[in-house]
């Protein structure tokens, strides 16, 4: 017996609306037409990625541009406040990519289970006057929170952690992850992209050059004078004077400032970090998908210093991270820039270690 012609316009009409919420947000099961839980018909294959604070300042902008990424085919954002709206406004754009909301702690669960790739932009951004420290008190209880639920959900997935302070945040993560028996030190990535971005850019105007041709390794960590760009490393190779060497090392590290008080209160850096972030997501997606040769500069487990956690070079793959790459040959400044970034940089993961252990 064939179904009637208005059962199948229901089904049409729940595939359309399936991506937008979980079905018990919106329709019960007595309703005519009920959301179903499946992929809108001709979505693309790819992964499924989940955005936690994705009605945030760094949320919405990394939401639309993931949505905009090929290699994305559901993607789930979660937040606290105001995702239905955002994901309803993300759910137009006409890409290959599904995208579904979840809201509040009770969908948390739900919003994680079965991706295969998070990405934390979740807490609150830096004020004039705020330091990264001031943030930690607030944000390292959501990155727990969260953590604690991606061990649970999604063990497997890679993680990508933008919370501030990540100094802090990423070995809050890992030690959640230890208690839960789930840490890879593989798959637990601190995102510190925009050091990166913003080295292109800023050395890119020195020397001329479109930013797009210069790459500029930054080691270390993701606050200021842990931020240590490798500036005899750029490519292409270059020279620069002692007085643009100080210059470019202050700017790089104090770009997240810079941004700060040009906002004047209204806010930090969250279209530049958004832009950051899709661009080392892209990266760890084109890992994941198996291409050769993808490298980039990322804050994770470590043994290139006696520190437990450290940023430099990685080579991403299927796994997450498969090599870790040396500091190479380093000159004076920098190297006396290393001891000032290493004896910050201790403090900061043992802040996070022990709000987790205490």
């Known amino acids: 017996m064939q179904p009637s012609s208005g059962e199948n316009v229901n089904q049409r009409i729940a595939r359309i609306s399936a991506h937008l919420d979980p079905p018990n947000l919106h329709m019960d099961n007595t309703a005519s037409v009920s959301r179903l839980n499946c992929r ?22 990394l939401a639309m541009l993931m949505k905009m990424n090929p290699l994305v085919s559901v993607l789930h954002l979660y937040d ?31 919003a994680l289970t079965g991706v295969d790739f998070v990405i934390i932009p979740a807490g609150v951004p830096r004020k004039p006057g705020m330091t990264r420290d001031d943030l930690f008190n607030i944000n390292a209880g959501i990155v727990r929170t969260l953590s604690e639920a991606i061990a649970k959900c999604c063990p497997n997935a890679i993680v990508n952690v933008i919370s501030n302070p990540v100094n802090s945040t990423v070995p809050i993560a890992a030690e959640v992850f230890k208690k839960a028996g789930t840490f890879d030190p593989k798959k637990l990535l601190g995102v510190t992209m925009l050091d990166v971005v913003r080295a292109n850019t800023f050395v890119a ?35 620069f004077t002692p007085k ?18 040009a906002k004047a209160g209204a806010g930090s850096a969250t279209l530049s970090m958004a832009y950051a972030a899709v661009k080392f997501a892209d990266a760890c997606l084109r890992g994941l998908r198996g291409d050769a040769s993808v490298v980039e500069c990322a804050f994770v487990a470590s043994q290139v210093t006696e520190l437990p956690f450290f940023a430099s070079k990685v ?20 190297r006396a820039g290393l001891e000032k970034a290493k004896k910050e940089l201790e403090s900061s993961i043992q802040k996070g270690v022990s709000f ?3």
Request: net charge negative; aromatic share 4%; proline share 7%.
């Open 205 to 239: 105007e020195v020397l001329g050059l479109d930013p797009r041709d210069v790459n500029v390794p930054v080691v270390g960590g993701h606050a200021g004078v842990t931020i240590l760009p490798l500036l005899s490393q750029v490519k292409p190779p270059c020279s």
């Open 315 to 334: 080579r991403l793959g299927r796994i997450g991270v498969e090599e870790i790459y040396p500091l190479g040959p380093l000159n004076e400044y920098e």
């Open 356 to 358: 987790v252990r205490k």
């Open 244 to 261: 643009e060497v100080d210059y470019l090392t202050h700017r790089i590290q104090n770009g997240g400032t810079e941004v700060v008080e």
């Open 40 to 61: 809108a018909k001709g979505a693309a294959a790819g992964f499924r990625v989940a955005i936690l604070g994705a009605a945030g300042g760094i949320g919405q902008p």
């Open 80 to 110: 606290v406040v105001n995702t239905p709206g955002v994901t309803s406004d993300i759910s137009h754009m006409d890409t290959g990519a599904v995208v579904r909301g979840f809201l509040g702690q009770q969908q948390l669960e739900e």
